[in-house]
């Protein structure tokens, strides 16, 4: 049953929805930092020069507006379009990362 994911917790521990929000923005944003260092190779595991890893930019690829095709249809999932809008942005990364193989 599509609902809420985030929400009913976050209210039973008291915040609103706007802080909600705030609270999903940082975690996000350190995700996105984290996988940032990755990409630009900052993060290194032992014996390993390279991570080899592509990072995709979707960030404001998506509305948060729920009623909009673009938006979110819940806290987890887009709309049909905001998944095309996002397999677009996979799309043109990965074929400017592997020229004439995709």
Known sequence: MPGPWLWPSLNFAGYDYNEGLTIVQKAIDCFRDK??????????????????????????????????????????????????SLANEFYVELQNHFPGRI
């Open 35 to 84: 996988l940032i260092d990755l990409a630009s190779d900052k993060v290194t595991l032992p014996g390993k020069t390279t991570n080899n890893f592509v990072l995709v930019k979707t960030v404001g690829t998506l509305t948060r507006d729920s009623n909009r095709p673009n938006g979110w249809a819940n806290e987890l999932h887009p709309y049909t379009e905001g998944f095309n």
